[in-house]
């Protein structure tokens, strides 16, 4: 089975879900998510904003909000704020949704 198992970088937890993510700043298009490291479990994602005065983390928590369709003040940012590897949680988002939002954008 060649199924990369994005899977690990979603944790189910009761408010909602933990992704952790690695986020490069500053690429020509805006790619959430654009796909997953194996290596590091996360999921990819590119964000055309540079990573000053929090540009990259505002652009990457408005893209999530628009892939699930929730209010960008149910996402935050629980680890890594200055990092290129975050853990973000979403609130009101199941495990179940997350997969599968994910996985249709990763399975192409």
Do not use: C
Not at 12 to 32: F, H, N, Q, Y
Not at 63 to 92: C, Q, R, V, Y
């Amino acid at each position: 089975m060649t199924h990369m198992s994005f899977e690990e970088a979603i944790k189910a937890l009761d408010s909602g879900v933990m992704i952790d993510i690695e986020v490069t700043p500053g690429s020509r298009s805006l790619s959430v998510p654009s796909g997953y490291n194996e290596w590091r479990r996360r999921i990819e994602v590119k964000l055309t904003k540079n990573a000053q005065k929090g540009k990259a983390n505002e652009q990457l928590i408005e893209s999530l909000a628009e892939l699930f369709g929730i209010s960008s003040s149910d996402i935050l940012i629980s680890n890594g704020a200055t990092s290129s590897k975050k853990s973000l949680l979403i609130k009101g988002v199941s495990y179940q949704q997350a997969v599968s939002v994910f996985g249709a954008r990763l399975n192409k």
